[in-house]
């Protein structure tokens, strides 16, 4: 199992990015998704979650300006980020808690991360 999260780069303030984290492998099932960052100098936080009910919550900082996604019939979670700001640089991580094939534990995977700048 392994999730890859793509879609980061280099965008100005009030610009818009969209983030996505395919998770593949020998799944069973998928409980969580979710999207963290990591801001320089500060340690890995939640940006926002959604579990297979599709009920998603979102940090204090992001909520009105991204939107967390989910397609459960490919695997896929998104994050559409609109209104930008300088803030919002960082490392983001996807994370998903996964049941594989054959097995009876949950799991917790880890995407590679993609970076985001905003600039001003």
């Known amino acids: 199992v392994q999730l890859q999260a793509s879609g980061g780069g280099s965008v100005q303030v009030g610009g818009s990015l969209r983030l996505s984290c395919a998770a593949s492998?020998?799944?069973?099932?998928?409980?969580?998704m979710a999207w963290y960052r990591q801001l320089p100098m500060k340690q890995r936080e939640l940006v926002a979650g959604?579990?297979?009910?599709?009920?998603?919550r979102y940090a204090d900082a992001v909520k009105g300006r991204f939107t967390a996604t989910r397609d459960n019939s490919a695997n896929m979670l998104y994050l559409q980020m609109d209104s930008l700001k300088p803030e919002d640089t960082g490392v983001y991580y996807c994370?998903?808690?996964?049941?594989?094939?054959?097995?009876?534990?949950?799991?917790?995977?880890w995407g590679q991360g993609t970076q985001v700048t905003v600039s001003s």
């Open positions: 994370n998903a808690h996964i049941r594989p094939i054959g097995g009876h534990l949950w799991n917790n995977y």
């Open positions: 492998g020998s799944i069973s099932e998928i409980k969580l």
């Open positions: 959604i579990r297979n009910s599709s009920e998603t």
